[in-house]
């Protein structure tokens, strides 16, 4: 298994401004993914945070609103930049720590004004 | 990733067996069956993953039909502490997953 913890877990921010979400793992993990979840809604994939190269996005979400960072097989990182209230979500990152599973952070509960 | 189909909700008497069903008649032939689920405030759980032979773990059994185009999740004594979304999701391995709209389970006292 892995255990994975985010920063922070919750935040109100104003609109127009960025925040930077960090994720962490207790172990080295090849796969890690990026989810947002709106009020009410199931998950979306962000994007694909790849060790040492950019990202991989998923349809709908670009670099320039969401930049990620993967320095390392243990931490990574999502920005969601110019924040509007559309932004308000879940943000959680998982790792594929086996080829059978993925474990999920307990999410960055966002909320923009 | 295969598209599934799932009822948005559900409901089930505590100590009772809960059996959420699951329709993906596009998934191929190498992709597997995944569920996860949701409990409120908390990020999704691994359940269960199967292929096409019928699993069972600690947690739950997956029933998958021969076609392959449905499978059952079956809790065989649910507890209120089961009451989340439930999602069934087609992916090959461990890859980026697709998450549907799931099954609200609500375990009733």
């Known amino acids: 298994s892995a255990v994975i913890s985010q920063k922070p877990s919750r935040d109100i921010c104003q609109r127009g401004t960025s925040l930077t979400i960090q994720c962490q793992v207790d172990?080295?993990?090849?796969?890690m993914f990026w989810y947002r979840q709106q009020p009410g809604q199931s998950l979306t994939l962000i994007a694909t945070?790849?060790?040492?190269?950019?990202?991989?996005?998923e349809s709908g979400f670009v670099i320039d609103k969401f930049p990620i960072s993967r320095p390392n097989l243990t931490f990574s990182t999502l920005t969601v930049s110019n924040m509007s209230p559309e932004d308000s979500s879940i943000y959680l990152c998982?790792?594929?720590?086996?080829?059978?599973?993925?474990?999920f952070g307990p999410g960055t509960r966002l909320t923009v004004l | 990733d295969a598209k599934t189909t799932q009822p948005p909700s559900m409901d089930c008497a505590e100590g009772r067996a809960a059996n959420l069903p699951c329709n993906h008649s596009?998934?191929?032939?190498?992709?597997?069956v995944y569920w996860y689920r949701q409990i409120h405030s908390q990020g999704p759980q691994y359940i269960i993953h199967?292929?096409?032979n019928n699993e069972t773990n600690e947690m739950a059994s997956l029933i998958i039909t021969e076609d392959r185009k449905s499978s059952t999740l079956i809790l065989p004594h649910a507890t209120l502490r089961d009451t989340a979304v439930y999602y069934c999701?087609?992916?090959?391995?461990?890859?980026?997953?697709?998450f549907g709209t799931g099954t609200r389970l609500t375990i009733i006292p």
């Open positions: 998982s790792v594929g720590a086996s080829v059978d599973e993925q474990f």
């Open positions: 999701i087609g992916a090959f391995g461990n890859e980026k997953l697709t």
């Open positions: 199967g292929l096409k």
């Open positions: 945070a790849n060790q040492g190269s950019e990202a991989t996005y």
């Open positions: 172990s080295q993990v090849t796969m």
């Open positions: 596009t998934i191929s032939g190498n992709e597997y």
